[in-house]
């Protein structure tokens, strides 16, 4: 049976309407499946950006605390060496003061002989030469003169030995100096410095810890004494 026009074109038209909604449905299939696979990536994209990120402000977190830590150690440890200066300082006045008070020692012609026959003496002991000249304050030449048969006698006692002593008239300790004695041998070339300050700064040396620990207490990081 023979199609007519009306029929022919009928179909064309509903041939057409399957092949446009086929169309649409393929197309509103792959729209679907590009915002699909957009919002996946674009998910991906923003979580790839959120870690640097977080990296980023982990990093600047802990370089921050590094420097937290350095400056508060540089303030701890400039805070110590200022109580370290303070103490020295203190200490230092100490010893000044010990000094201007060895002058008083001086001031008892008794005691003072008695010293200097000491001093001169121990020197003596470590020199153990025959002839030792004495450098003593032009001061104290007198009280030194007045030593000196007692100091050669107690040598001889001690090392069965004589020595000759000859005070230095020419070149005396300075004024200024608290007193004691310089004990020079083979012309000069040994030296032994027995003179007040000398004797404190010895002195000083072996107690600065004691006066520390007397001064400030034990410091409780330290396992052993000076």
């Given at each position: 049976m023979a199609l007519s026009d009306a029929d022919v074109q009928k179909q064309i038209k509903h041939m057409m309407a399957f092949i446009e909604q086929e169309a649409n449905e393929k197309a509103e299939e792959i729209d679907a499946k590009a915002e699909e696979e957009f919002n996946i990536e674009k998910g991906r994209l923003v979580q790839q950006q959120r870690l640097?990120?977080?990296?980023?402000?982990?990093?600047k977190e802990k370089q921050v605390e590094l420097q937290k830590k350095i400056q508060s150690s540089n303030m701890l440890n400039q805070a110590r060496l200022q109580v370290l200066k303070v103490r020295e300082d203190h200490i230092g006045r100490v010893l000044d003061e010990a000094r201007k008070r060895l002058g008083e020692v001086t001031r008892n012609p008794a005691q003072y002989s008695r010293l200097l026959h000491s001093l001169i003496l121990q020197g003596l002991l470590q020199l153990l030469e025959t002839n030792?000249?004495?450098?003593?304050?032009?001061?104290?030449?007198?009280?030194?003169?007045?030593?000196i048969e007692g100091v050669q006698q107690k040598y001889n006692e001690a090392t069965q030995k004589t020595v000759n002593l000859k005070i230095d008239t020419e070149s005396y300790l300075p004024p200024d100096m608290c007193g004691g004695v310089e004990l020079l041998a083979l012309?000069?070339?040994?030296?032994?410095?027995?003179?007040?300050?000398?004797?404190?700064?010895?002195?000083?040396?072996?107690?600065?810890?004691?006066?520390?620990?007397?001064?400030?207490?034990?410091?409780?990081?330290?396992?052993?004494?000076?």
């Open positions: 640097k990120i977080m990296e980023y402000y982990e990093r030792v000249v004495l450098r003593v304050r032009e001061v104290d030449v007198g009280l030194v003169k007045s030593v012309k000069g070339k040994i030296k032994i410095a027995n003179t007040l300050e000398s004797r404190l700064d010895l002195l000083a040396q072996q107690m600065v810890p004691e006066i520390r620990t007397s001064l400030f207490g034990r410091n409780p990081n330290r396992k052993f004494a000076d």
